[in-house]
């Protein structure tokens, strides 16, 4: 999937059926639920009496890509569970509980942004009561998430 079509999904959250999973790549495969087993045993023979040292090696070339991606993933889930202890995540699940539209702070123009500040910025003020009485309106972020 490329990057223009995974933010439209994650930042509209849009739900995504099994046939779109299968067009956009997401997934390698969708059946119908009565075609699933069959589907399943077919593929699993087909790799069971493939060139096993090609599949292994292949595999394990493919899962390389995977790996490297790893301290990217890392930062990126990081960020995600940031996102999940603020207001817009209290909202956004009482607006889905109640069965309403969310009313995110974050939204309301009159609302100060919140500025992100890391701990290279802390260290170069000197000011090292900055750490100890941070405004309300700031985001902490790790140097290792920048």
Known sequence: MGLAKAKYYLL???AVSGAEAERIGLVSLAVEDSELDAKALEVAVRLAEGAQSAIRWTKYALNNWLRMAGPSFDASLALEFMGFSGPEAIDGLASHKEKR??????????????????????????????????????????????
């Open 12 to 14: 509209l959250c849009d």
């Open 101 to 146: 539209r969310p009313s995110f702070p974050s939204s309301d123009p009159q609302q100060p942004r919140p500025r992100v500040i890391t701990i290279s910025d802390i260290i170069g003020t000197g000011n090292a009561n900055a750490i100890g009485h941070p405004p309300e309106n700031v985001i902490w972020a790790s140097a290792n998430l920048m």
